[in-house]
């Protein structure tokens, strides 16, 4: 029995996310069908991250168990060959038994991207979020300054979140623009139910001038979902990369 590590690339628009649910067809279903068929065993991977319905991936992590005598750095060029083309594994390895995604210590890292014009753009559809008032990026700057760090991100976290505790470590947060499309880049220890997607619909409020980039200090401290903006569309978050400290 060997342990072996995916790293899982996909584009979200067609799928109900990560996690396999009883509503929709999703990215852990895909994998691990087309895994057992090729293996010919039953497999169930573990994923490190639950993406949420329509939201992307560059870097996700996935592990499974297995007894195939196939070398697990082929493992991805065989499962790629069966797996519809939005789902693509960038690498496969052998990792150690008691390797686990979700709770050994890592890094991840989030991009929000914002399409700020007059017109939407059909080609960029999918992967942005379409705002046509104009946003002032370093208002939005501002008040990501007050995000970084250790705090209780309870405003920031959705109803139904299973977390034991709500504090989290934000290394950097950055926002640049380029051309039409503002990308929000943020890096942390981890992140609470839907924590990136409302921390992005807060600063969407203070680029659009509703709030001041100082109040986003007031909204860490009333620890109170309903102080923190709207959350973002999926479509405009990508997953880039999980880091692990091995």
């Known amino acids: 029995m060997k342990r072996v590590r995916l790293i899982i690339s996909y584009d979200g628009t067609n799928y109900c996310g990560w996690q396999i649910q009883i509503n929709g067809i999703t990215v852990e279903e895909i994998i691990n069908r087309e895994l057992s068929r090729l293996l010919g065993e039953e497999i169930a991977v573990i994923g490190a991250?639950?993406?949420?319905?329509?939201?992307?991936?560059?870097?996700?992590?996935?592990?499974?168990?297995?007894?195939?005598?196939?070398?697990?750095?082929?493992?991805?060029f065989a499962l790629n060959q069966r797996l519809p083309e939005d789902i693509r594994i960038q690498k496969s390895e052998e990792v150690s038994a008691d390797f686990h995604p979700r709770y050994c210590e890592c890094t991840k890292i989030y991009e929000y991207k914002i399409l700020n014009r007059r017109?939407?753009?059909?080609?960029?559809?999918?992967?942005?979020?379409?705002?046509?008032?104009?946003?002032?990026?370093?208002?939005?700057?501002?008040?990501?300054?007050?995000?970084?760090g250790e705090h209780d991100f309870a405003s920031f976290c959705s109803?139904?979140?299973?977390?034991?505790?709500t504090v989290r470590s934000v290394y950097a947060l950055?926002?640049?623009?380029?051309?039409?499309?503002?990308?929000?880049?943020?890096?942390?220890?981890?992140?609470?139910?839907?924590?990136?997607?409302?921390?992005?619909?807060?600063?969407?409020?203070?680029?659009l001038g509703v709030y001041p980039p100082e109040h986003v200090k007031e909204i860490l401290e009333a620890k109170d979902r309903y102080q923190a903006g709207p959350k973002a569309p999926a479509k405009g978050l990508t997953l880039v990369r999980i880091e692990y400290n091995e």
Not at 139 to 147: H, P, R, S
Request: proline share 4%.
């Open 49 to 76: 991250s639950r993406t949420d319905s329509g939201v992307h991936a560059m870097g996700n992590v996935a592990v499974f168990d297995t007894e195939t005598k196939i070398p697990a750095e082929k493992i991805c």
């Open 174 to 207: 950055d926002i640049n623009k380029k051309d039409d499309i503002i990308n929000i880049r943020i890096c942390g220890n981890g992140f609470l139910y839907n924590m990136v997607r409302i921390i992005a619909g807060t600063l969407l409020k203070v680029g």
């Open 119 to 148: 017109f939407p753009d059909p080609l960029n559809r999918l992967y942005t979020h379409f705002v046509y008032m104009p946003l002032d990026v370093e208002k939005m700057k501002a008040a990501a300054g007050y995000i970084i």
């Open 159 to 165: 109803a139904g979140s299973q977390a034991k505790t």
